[in-house]
Every structure is written in C-alpha cells, then in structure tokens.
C-alpha cells in the first residue's frame, strides 16, 4: 500500500471530475484528457477564487457531438476546459480570474465559460450560445 498517483491536481482529477475526459461514448473514442499544464493553471484559479469550480467539458475526441468536423480545436488539444457558472456574478467572477492567470481564448456562454491556455498572442474572446 501507498499513495497512489491520481492524474490531476488537488481539487481536478479524473476521480472527482470525470469529465476532464472525452465521455462522448463513441467505440472509437480515446477518452482523451485535459492537459496536465492546463489542470495546474485551473488549479491555480481555483486556489485564488477558494471555492469550487465544475468542470463539464474537458478534453474531446473527433467524434465527439460538438466536435463534428472540427481540427484542433482546445477541446480536442487537450488545452480547454468548460466551466459551469450560474447568473452575471459567478460569470463575471470566472471571466475576470481567467484574465488573471493570463488565458488565451476565453468563450462566454450563459452556462458556462470556455478557457484555453494556447499560448498565442493577442487571445481570442467570443460570446456563445450554449445548446
Ligand atoms: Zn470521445
């Protein structure tokens, strides 16, 4: 017996957030992950806000619904994860954090928010339409 090595950090892993990979389904699916660097920021914004953050989408494979006929998208690099929030605050809250740990592409939806660390300069922001 010893401590068993859990992939993530200590508030995001495969245990408490399952969705950190691909649950599409699919008999070809990889369930493929978020990226360690990606959980380690999230961690840190989580260290900063002191409350919970729901993950309900991380990493995706191709055959993945909503990633028909899309490439390289963050969800399928492994490098974005969804983020549920509730209400103009807890939005607004999460949008400014992400600022904060300098995320690079960040999609506002009225569900959720979308990061992505890609490491590209200016960033991208985009208002989406949850389904
Ligand atoms: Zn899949």
Redesign the pocket.
Known sequence: MGSQLVYGTKNFSLETDPLLA?S?G?LK?D?RVVSLDTLEILQYMRDIRGKPMRVTSGG??P??PAEQGRTDTDHQLGIGVDIACTGDVERMELNKLAVAVDVDALGVYDNHVHLAWRDELPGVLWLGKSK
Request: proline share 0%; hydrophobic share 0%.
């Open positions: 691909c599409c699919h699916c369930k995706r494979c055959y993945h």
